[in-house]
């Protein structure tokens, strides 16, 4: 079983950055691939970015060169560096880990973002 829990959400404003925090407890293994959701009001969950074991990271467009995923696996914890943040941007922020065929998520942190 694994466990994962966001932290470092909160009320930013516009131009802002916020960094959020993963940190992932149980049977971890070493091939996984560790990837950010999320998901504003009246819309369907989405993805921001993942990065996968080796450190190769992939994110959309909508945030390419804004957001940066990083992970400390001494610490079995995913990081996402959020700069010059958007109101569009205002949403609950999950952590996902995918594993051996299975997949798990984090009870979310919100974002948001004054413009």
């Known amino acids: 079983q ?6 470092g959400g909160g009320l930013v404003q516009a131009g802002g950055s916020l960094r959020l925090s993963c940190a992932a407890s149980g049977s971890i293994f070493s091939i996984n691939v ?6 504003a009001p009246g819309k369907q969950r989405e993805l921001v970015g993942v990065i996968v074991g080796g450190g190769t990271t992939n994110y959309a467009d909508s ?7 990083s992970r400390d696996g001494a610490k079995n914890t995913m990081y996402l560096q ?3 943040l958007k109101p569009e941007d205002t949403a609950v ?5 995918a594993q051996v065929g299975r997949q798990y998520w984090g009870q979310g942190t919100q974002v948001t973002v004054s413009s």
């Open 34 to 39: 560790m990837g950010w959701y999320r998901q």
């Open 82 to 84: 959020m700069n010059s």
């Open 93 to 97: 922020y999950y952590c996902n880990l």
């Open 2 to 7: 694994v466990h994962l829990v966001e932290s």
């Open 63 to 69: 945030v390419k060169g804004r957001f940066t995923i």
